[in-house]
């Protein structure tokens, strides 16, 4: 099977990659950047075929589906900094990336007669509540510019195309970026103590066990709307903030605050970003590991990262 990966320079994209070359496939990357630019750590993805493509271009996202011909595409790149999505001058950019390149991206895939998988977000529903949300869920609220702009990619997937994949996912983390336990690991080093929310409710999302679940899904035609993050129930940032400091060793004590004493961002964030993922077990696809342990092994990735510097 030959797949074509965009946003291979990001922490999904590059698992994804690695996760094909494991299952004898043939993985095709691709990312803005003139040559692969993640991270340089002797895995398949830094030596496998990369295109340059700016998803944002619509005739080059045509003529280089169209060249490549792949069976499938996995949509990863997307502009995912929250915050700087809010700015005047951002808005644009973000809407190009997310929304139009994306169309593109789904019209390339119809000409090609290829499947198309986007990962989007939890962010396109309102982030109110206690229930977790169903996949096929379809009361569409986001509360920010990200939201609304990957919600607008998910509609001209479905607009465009009769069978695709949408895959939600939330609290993501992996070895090829910034996320969340780099940046407590790093603030844990330096400060006594650290005030976290304990009133945003999720599960966090390891990619290179999403990768593989991705796979799985690419090799069916087993088409829809799912959600996927880890297994081990529903966590606060102030929970997760804890595991990560216990299982490094951490002595730095954690705080928890409501979002109202943290102080608001520039973008909303969702109060509940409970994804329900009991479809995947429907479909007969194996549900991603305990978020716990996702962690011990993202900790010693990074420890590995860091002792063949």
Not at 1 to 8: L, N, P
Not at 12 to 40: C, F, P, T, W
Not at 46 to 69: C, G, N
Not at 211 to 217: G, T
Request: with cysteine; proline share 3%; glycine share 8%.
């Amino acid at each position: 099977m030959k797949v074509f990966v965009t946003g291979v320079c990001g922490q999904l994209g590059h698992d994804v990659m690695n996760e094909l070359v494991k299952r004898g496939h043939e993985g095709i990357g691709s990312d803005i950047a003139a040559q692969y630019a993640g991270v340089k750590d002797g895995s398949a993805v830094v030596s496998m075929p990369y295109v340059q493509l700016d998803i944002t271009d619509k005739e080059a996202v045509q003529q280089t589906i169209a060249a490549v011909h792949p069976d499938a595409v996995v949509h990863c790149a997307a502009w995912t900094a929250v915050d700087l999505a809010e700015d005047d001058d951002k808005i644009g950019k973000v809407r190009a990336i997310n929304a139009d390149g994306t169309k593109y991206i789904a019209e390339a895939c119809k000409a090609a007669g290829c499947k198309m998988m986007y990962i989007s977000t939890d962010y396109i529903f309102n982030g109110q509540g206690t229930e977790p949300w169903q996949p096929d869920c379809k009361e569409y609220q986001p509360l920010n510019v990200y939201g609304q702009t990957k919600l607008e990619g998910e509609l001209a997937v479905a607009h465009t195309l009769d069978a695709y994949f949408i895959v939600r996912i939330a609290w993501v983390f992996g070895l090829n970026g910034k996320n969340f336990i780099r940046t407590m690991l790093n603030v844990g080093k330096t400060h006594d103590t650290v005030r976290v929310v304990n009133d945003q409710i999720g599960t966090p999302t390891y990619t290179l066990d999403l990768a593989r679940l991705l796979v799985d899904m690419i090799e069916t035609e087993k088409y829809g709307y799912y959600h996927a993050t880890n297994e081990g129930g529903y966590i606060s940032w102030y929970d997760f903030t804890c595991e990560i400091f216990r299982q490094a060793g951490y002595t730095t004590k954690v705080v928890p605050v409501t979002t109202a004493e943290y102080g608001l961002s520039k973008a909303a964030r969702p109060f509940n970003s409970r994804l329900d993922k009991s479809k995947l077990v429907e479909q007969g696809f194996t549900l991603l590991p305990d978020w716990r342990d996702a962690v011990a092994r993202f900790l010693a990735e990074i420890q590995n990262e860091t002792n063949e510097r």
